[in-house]
């Protein structure tokens, strides 16, 4: 797909002019952007770019000031965190955020929450219902696991799995809220080289097996190149660029606010 | 730092050992209490007056049943406290909201209603007020307690952790004093104030059938209206009402809400993330916390026989949640063993010990008066040496005792 065809394609996450204002500092400024449906997209910028403001404004966070942020059709504009995840936008947390002390299926199962509807007299009597309920989320779970390939590890507490099993297993938790847009804050932080090439393809297969729409926050360029159909940048709130990896990569505004101020990274192959 | 590695691939998934340990405590608590009543019901009355007096003065049967409104009420508050992660420290709401339900519902306190209400009650007839049949009753003021935790919840939840541990001791404060002072509300009696409700209507085992059967010498109390000294009846009743706690809290930990409870428990933020509704999932710990509260408030009314307000104090939070804590917070069975402990040396072990020392040395020390003493040199001491408490958790157990995986790999720069 190129950059030019995901524009006429109907889009899986629209913000429209989001500004969000802390007191007297303006944090992102009008910022407009969309998700097309099962593309891969990232946003990079520099530090302290409002890439994890703007994140957390999608994620229901924070409440943009201005701006209104939309899944599919639906506007989600200052709808609480669990609300919007409920409807379809799953994410993982640039420093890992699991329940540590629940196994890896109970992990993937605390995010089926919002799709099963046992009461508590239901859990107490132990209906048939919850029975079924119990045992469909336990085997969607270990399905989760499966596919992100730690499925042996089902039983094991979150916390002594290894990093870059925790790391799938987010976004196995993430997959279980059955979400149109994942969302992947800074996923391949503290990988090596051959461990973010491994994940470049990885998030290829979510997106084309999971059928979900996928937005990366990034700092690793060449993963961001890679695994990019469209970049946006970010700089001091405002979006200066917007496209696919060689228009990016020539951009001169990008250079100058990122990718210059790196040195050699900027020469990004 | 050394950590154990942990074991890659478990041989059995950890819900099956994890029901079979339940199983097992779980056989283990029903053989005592059965064995406790056989115990008190045909052996005791046929011992010899030496071991007789023994038992009166260590174990008598009212400081179990005691204890039991304590596990009733303890086993609740580790709802909130062990599952959900909410400190609460006035759970005694609960309990005086409990008791005042049946204050309300079985005695002759309002005798507007001159010729009485009855529904399957034991109390002598003809008597004005309310007389609801007391297995009624718990259930009533579990639902009122239940309701009254939302209702002090849903403002109180808001806030976060040491916040909403000081907003609950204030309505652990404001219930009873509110107990106690209402007398004329707006001109109409409704706590008898200072003076408190009693006596409460006589309880039964059941509404119908023999007075009572006999087996061997012993009277066994069917649907007799059970009197002060009736205390291996209350005593079964009482161990049911508990066991019907322990199940409750046992059972809503496997589904969905005991898993949303954990991951509100181990990381909030996260929890809402993957769409776990914050608010709702913990007035849901609140209202099954309270319900529980109000068994135990029912239980500890009809044990005593009256509800006083002034009995609804502050430290009865303080001590439940040292039972939480000493026991084990979130393991059901630690929580029940840390309840009997407590309420037993709180009430018999202490004063016991006392006399046996002052009459063994000649001293005149008074024991039961360092009681606070004592529970804070054991939760100091617990707090230093086994801060997962007695009988802690699996998954307690694991974070207090073994170094977390990525902490320890970070610290000898391996794999990140």
Known sequence: MTAASLETTKAALTADNIMVRFGG????????????????????????AGKTTFFNVLTGLYRPTTGTVKLGELDITGQSPHKIASLGLGRTFQNIRLFGLMTAAENVMVAMHSHTTSNILQIVGRTRHQRREEKDSREFAQEMLDFVGIGRHADEYARNLSYGDQRRLEVARALALRPQVLLLDEPTAGMNPQESAVFVDFVHRVRDEQKVSVLLIEHDMSVVMRV??????????????????????????????YLGRTGTEGSAR | MSVRAPEVVSSKPKSDLAANHTRKWALWFAGIAIAGWLFYTFLVPNLGSGPQLFIRQWMPLGSINEALVWVICAVGLNIVVGYAGLLDLGFVAFWAIGGYTAGWIMSTFFNQIENGFYFLSAAPPNQPGIHINWWIVLIVAGCVCAFSGIIIGAPTLRLKSDYLALVTLGFGEIIPQVFLNGENIAGFNFTNGAKGIAPLDPVAALPFGPATVAIGNAQIAISKPLGPFDVTAKYAMF?????????????????????????????????SMMGVPLMQSKLAAYAVGAFMGGLGGVVYAVHNNSVFADRFNFSISIILLAMVVLGGMGNVWGVIVGALLLAWFNSTGLPQFGSSFNSQFGTDINFPSFNYLIFGAILVLMMLFRREGLFPETRTRQVLQEAERSDAEELDGGEA
Not at chain 1, 27 to 48: E, R
């Open chain 1, 228 to 257: 990019s159909e469209r970049i946006t940048v970010l700089d001091q709130g405002e979006k200066i660029a917007e496209g696919g990896p060689d228009d990016i990569r020539n951009n001169p505004r990008v250079v100058e606010a």
């Open chain 1, 25 to 48: 500092l303006v944090a992102v400024k009008g910022v407009t952007f969309t998700i097309p449906d099962q593309s891969i997209v990232s946003l990079i910028g520099p530090n302290g």
């Open chain 2, 239 to 271: 161990v049911l009402v508990a066991a019907f706690a322990v199940f409750v809290s046992l059972r809503i930990r496997e589904g969905r809400l005991g898993r949303a409870w954990l991951a509100i428990r181990e990381d909030e933020l996260a929890a």
